[in-house]
Antibody, heavy 122, light 108 residues
Framework: EVQLLESGGGLVQPGGSLRLSCAAS????????MNWVRQAPGKGLEWVSS????????YYADSVKGRFTISRDNAKNTVYLQMNSLRVEDTAVYYC???????????????WGQGTMVTVSS | EKEMTQSPATLSVSPGERVTLSCRAS??????LAWYQQIPGQAPRLLIY???TRATGVPDRFTGSGSGTEFTLTISSLQSEDFAVYYC??????????FGQGTRLEIK
């Protein structure tokens, strides 16, 4: 069974940092682009970042560019999101999501984790 | 920005009814249009991609259609488990990915 399990969320002060992890299982992890999508409380979905299967290519939404860094460890089947200079508006549930087709980068997500909550507040 | 506009924001319907949800793109997105379903408290679920291709395990009462900038999701006979929020997403302009603001289906 294909599964994604996020961890690392929590409460952090504005300007602080947090690293999210997403452990994957049940598929050939290194063949797939992985994505992070977030959802602020009571709001819609916002794509945050994507990373290619080998990790060489990364993509970011303008709202997080320069503050967030996506990376992956294919030996551990894990993708990360390092979040620095956090703002109140970054408060959201962060979902890790698998790309629908191998080798393609489209942020078309067919498997989602359960999400991890990040709260930025003083 | 490549905006996606969904209508209506909320739809109150009875089980067994047929419903149509709309999604309009501010720019041409070809056939790179997907629909997701999100039940409150759960992660989104991919329903439709490529405008009309159902994802694995999606019942055939869900039908996607449209082209260019105008798209619809039709549910032929609403079941209790279909009451949720539905989002459209364009992925034609990756990495400029955008979702619609969602349509909430409520039980009348």
């Amino acid at each position: 069974e294909v599964q994604l399990l996020e961890s690392g969320g929590g409460l952090v002060q504005p300007g602080g940092s947090l690293r999210l992890s997403c452990a994957a299982s049940g598929f050939t992890f290194s063949s797939y682009v992985m994505n992070w999508v977030r959802q602020a409380p009571g709001k819609g979905l916002e794509w945050v970042s994507s990373i290619s299967g080998g990790g060489a290519s990364t993509y970011y939404a303008d709202s997080v560019k320069g503050r967030f860094t996506i990376s992956r460890d294919n030996a551990k089947n894990t993708v990360y999101l390092q979040m620095n200079s956090l703002r109140v508006e970054d408060t959201a549930v962060y979902y890790c999501a698998k790309e629908n087709r191998a080798q393609l980068a489209r942020a078309l997500c067919d498997i989602w984790g359960q999400g991890t909550m990040v709260t930025v507040s003083s | 920005e490549k905006e996606m506009t969904q209508s209506p924001a909320t739809l109150s319907v009875s089980p067994g009814e047929r419903v149509t949800l709309s999604c309009r793109a501010s720019q041409y997105v070809s056939s790179n249009l997907a629909w997701y379903q999100q039940i409150p408290g759960q992660a989104p679920r991919l329903l439709i991609y490529g405008v009309s291709t159902r994802a694995t395990g999606v019942p055939d009462r869900f039908t996607g259609s449209g082209s260019g900038t105008e798209f619809t999701l039709t549910i032929s006979s609403l079941q209790s488990e279909d009451f949720a929020v539905y989002y459209c997403q364009q992925y034609n302009h990756f990495p400029l990915i955008t979702f619609g603001q969602g349509t909430r289906l409520e039980i009348k």
